[in-house]
């Protein structure tokens, strides 16, 4: 070996990545290995037995097909390529590559071609990892702006001087505005008297604290309305960025308290063909006049309400809140707005916003607190159906990748508290992208549901089977002591995939690959637990179709 040939070997060794040196036949068909670095050895476990071997020789199956496509690719070509590819390291398992090929010509001719291979499995990791906090991100975004939207209120952003940067539909409706690019200062929509207290209201907000103010506006239709200011800190790690305000239209509200003071019998004309809850409460919270919109919501009639504290109706959950609410308004003259349940005849909780006034006579002393409640079911419901969107696969309705964690990590909690073993059981379909190139994707999906179904009937009550995506689904058995435990369990989702599979017009045949770990969860992270599992999966895939690995990760193995 001369003196450049021990120079580049040198050079070689000391890289940090893989390096293989192929020399390539007469023919340019076939490559031997001429020389591997020791990143090589470290990795693969590779020794310089390989050295003078042909690719077959060392490789087989698929990656020896995919070794000799690109090495004769660069033959033909004559220039280098780069690919990505995937290879089982002998410490670290699964990993994915990113190989470049380099040929080496002398007279025209490839002579041997430098492979480069690059471990790039954290950057895969770390796009996949940006790619799921893009599209949370993304749903954040749209389930914040729907909200936003279709808020039966005004919102708007503030900027940190008082300038409107951004409005709803609402707002723009209610003040008979448009927003255009340039900013309007919320104080030139209000008249000089009101300024001061919005403006000293604001500025609390500025510095971090929550505050209401009520202000009568001059539309531009010179139309007197009644607002009601919320004014809410935007705080980004703990600095503030600006303030945004949801504006309240109290018009109706204040126009009852003063029918109210005028005349007992014009508000008893507001309140009884009004389909809000309107009531009337004394200085203890006690119901003293509830309006007919009381029965034909919550199904009892009016003297059910009548003489009782209105905390008797509404959830134990809420009552304390309320009651404080009732305390302030009758102690410090303030109006509030707060959302509780309350529930009707059929046991049905239904969620109300509680607005309430309370009402003084001119000599300064409690009359009673006018309280409207509106109805906002339908909201909840759909806020509610937001978050469950988010946790859960659309298409089986199982648990979806992020309320497994949160289930796994809860459960290693509890196990470690309690000295108990758990188990997590990853499944993937054999051949499935078969069904869905064959038989479409309707098929596909149809297949993705009924095995979500037959997976939770092979397990308890207290499992958790979520779908990670495409055919891959997991599983965590809680309390699950021993191998044979677990066992038990695969023989009868083995079970399950053996029954008939009609998806029509087809009878198809289902089998799985399944890995599994067995852990006390001590000392270990989800994400290890999580890998160890996919590895389990990817040694039962390579055992051949309809096939089970079980491995047992504990603090003392």
Same mark, same amino acid.
């Given at each position: 070996?001369?003196?450049?040939?021990?120079?580049?070997?040198?050079?070689?060794?000391?890289?940090?990545?893989?390096?293989?040196?192929?020399?390539?036949?007469?023919?340019?068909?076939?490559?031997?290995?001429?020389?591997?670095?020791?990143?090589?050895?470290?990795?693969?476990?590779?020794?310089?037995?390989?050295?003078?071997?042909?690719?077959?020789?060392?490789?087989?199956?698929?990656?020896?097909?995919?070794?000799?496509?690109?090495? /004769?690719?660069?033959?033909?070509?004559?220039?280098?390529?780069?690919?990505?590819?995937?290879?089982?390291?002998?410490?670290?398992?699964?990993?994915?590559? !990113?190989?470049?090929?380099?040929?080496?010509?002398?007279?025209?001719?490839?002579?041997?071609?430098?492979?480069?291979?690059?471990?790039?499995?954290?950057?895969?990791?770390?796009?996949?990892?940006?790619?799921?906090?893009? !599209?949370?991100?993304?749903?954040?975004?749209? /389930?914040?702006?729907?909200?936003?939207?279709?808020?039966?209120?005004?919102?708007?952003?503030?900027?940190?001087?008082?300038?409107? %940067?951004?409005?709803?539909?609402?707002?723009?409706?209610?003040?008979?505005?448009?927003?255009?690019?340039?900013?309007?200062?919320?104080?030139?929509?209000?008249?000089?008297?009101?300024?001061?207290?919005?403006?000293?209201?604001?500025?609390?907000?500025?510095?971090?604290?929550?505050?209401?103010?009520?202000?009568?506006?001059?539309?531009?239709?010179?139309?007197?309305? *009644?607002?009601?200011?919320?004014?809410?800190?935007?705080?980004?790690?703990?600095?503030?960025?600006?303030?945004?305000?949801?504006?309240?239209?109290?018009?109706?509200?204040?126009?009852?308290?003063? =029918?109210?003071?005028?005349? !007992?019998?014009?508000?008893?004309?507001?309140?009884?063909?009004?389909?809000?809850?309107?009531?009337?409460?004394?200085?203890?919270?006690?119901?003293?006049?509830?309006?007919?919109?009381? =029965?034909?919501?919550?199904?009892?009639?009016?003297?059910?309400?009548?003489? *009782?504290?209105?905390?008797?109706?509404?959830?134990?959950?809420?009552? =304390? =809140?309320?009651?404080?609410?009732?305390?302030?308004?009758?102690?410090?003259?303030?109006?509030? %707005?707060?959302?509780?349940?309350?529930?009707?005849?059929?046991?049905?909780?239904?969620?109300?916003?509680?607005?309430?006034?309370?009402?003084?006579?001119?000599?300064?002393?409690?009359?009673?607190?006018?309280?409207?409640?509106?109805?906002?079911?339908?909201?909840?419901?759909?806020?509610?159906?937001?978050?469950?969107?988010?946790?859960?696969?659309?298409?089986?309705?199982?648990?979806?990748?992020?309320?497994?964690?949160?289930?796994? @990590?809860? %459960?290693?909690?509890?196990?470690?508290?309690?000295?108990?073993?758990?188990?997590?059981? @990853?499944?993937?379909?054999?051949?499935?992208?078969?069904?869905?190139?064959?038989?479409?994707?309707?098929?596909?999906?149809?297949?993705?549901?009924?095995?979500?179904?037959?997976?939770?009937?092979?397990?308890?009550?207290?499992?958790?089977?979520?779908?990670?995506?495409?055919?891959?689904?997991?599983?965590?058995?809680?309390?699950? !002591?021993?191998?044979?435990?677990?066992?038990?369990?695969?023989?009868?989702?083995?079970?399950?995939?053996?029954?008939?599979?009609?998806?029509?017009?087809? *009878?198809?045949?289902?089998?799985?690959?399944?890995?599994?770990?067995?852990?006390?969860?001590?000392?270990?992270?989800?994400?290890?637990? @999580?890998?160890?599992?996919?590895?389990?999966?990817?040694?039962?895939?390579?055992?051949?179709?309809?096939?089970?690995?079980?491995?047992?990760?504990? %603090?003392?193995?």
């Amino acid at each position: 070996m001369n003196d450049n040939q021990l120079n580049y070997l040198s050079v070689y060794n000391g890289i940090q990545d893989m390096v293989f040196v192929m020399c390539v036949s007469a023919d340019q068909r076939y490559f031997y290995y001429e020389f591997i670095n020791e990143k090589t050895k470290k990795i693969t476990g590779y020794t310089d037995d390989i050295i003078g071997k042909e690719l077959a020789e060392v490789n087989s199956g698929a990656l020896l097909n995919v070794l000799h496509e690109k090495y /004769r690719k660069v033959v033909m070509l004559k220039q280098s390529i780069t690919y990505e590819d995937s290879f089982h390291a002998q410490q670290a398992g699964h990993k994915v590559s !990113e190989t470049t090929l380099t040929p080496i010509i002398t007279d025209g001719k490839v002579q041997q071609v430098v492979a480069l291979t690059r471990d790039i499995t954290t950057l895969k990791e770390a796009e996949y990892e940006k790619k799921i906090s893009q !599209e949370k991100l993304r749903f954040s975004r749209q /389930r914040y702006k729907a909200l936003f939207d279709q808020n039966p209120d005004a919102i708007i952003y503030l900027d940190l001087d008082g300038n409107i %940067t951004n409005g709803n539909n609402v707002f723009e409706q209610l003040f008979r505005i448009h927003l255009d690019k340039k900013p309007i200062a919320l104080l030139s929509l209000i008249h000089n008297p009101d300024q001061t207290k919005v403006s000293e209201s604001f500025l609390q907000a500025r510095d971090g604290k929550t505050t209401y103010v009520e202000t009568p506006i001059l539309t531009t239709t010179n139309v007197e309305i *009644h607002l009601q200011f919320k004014f809410v800190p935007i705080k980004v790690h703990n600095t503030i960025h600006g303030v945004y305000a949801i504006i309240k239209d109290m018009t109706k509200e204040h126009k009852a308290k003063e =029918a109210l003071i005028k005349s !007992e019998q014009r508000f008893r004309l507001i309140a009884e063909n009004s389909y809000d809850l309107i009531s009337l409460l004394d200085s203890n919270g006690k119901i003293v006049y509830a309006s007919p919109s009381y =029965a034909y919501i919550l199904g009892y009639p009016v003297y059910y309400f009548e003489s *009782h504290p209105i905390t008797n109706f509404i959830n134990k959950e809420d009552q =304390a =809140a309320v009651e404080e609410k009732i305390k302030q308004a009758v102690t410090h003259q303030l109006s509030f %707005t707060i959302e509780c349940r309350i529930y009707n005849r059929l046991n049905e909780w239904l969620w109300f916003e509680i607005n309430g006034q309370p009402v003084f006579t001119t000599d300064h002393e409690f009359k009673h607190l006018v309280v409207v409640g509106r109805d906002i079911t339908d909201r909840k419901r759909y806020e509610a159906r937001l978050k469950t969107l988010a946790y859960h696969d659309s298409l089986t309705g199982l648990p979806n990748r992020r309320l497994f964690q949160d289930r796994l @990590m809860q %459960t290693m909690a509890t196990n470690e508290r309690n000295q108990n073993r758990f188990a997590i059981a @990853m499944l993937d379909l054999d051949d499935f992208k078969q069904i869905n190139d064959q038989k479409g994707h309707d098929v596909g999906d149809a297949v993705m549901q009924e095995l979500g179904k037959r997976l939770e009937q092979s397990v308890r009550e207290m499992d958790t089977v979520a779908r990670l995506g495409g055919d891959e689904f997991i599983i965590l058995l809680p309390t699950i !002591e021993t191998k044979a435990n677990v066992e038990t369990v695969l023989n009868r989702i083995k079970a399950q995939l053996q029954n008939p599979w009609i998806i029509e017009p087809y *009878h198809l045949t289902i089998t799985a690959s399944i890995g599994v770990i067995l852990s006390d969860g001590k000392g270990f992270s989800t994400n290890y637990l @999580m890998k160890q599992v996919d590895e389990a999966l990817y040694k039962a895939k390579n055992n051949g179709k309809n096939s089970a690995v079980i491995e047992i990760h504990e %603090t003392n193995n």
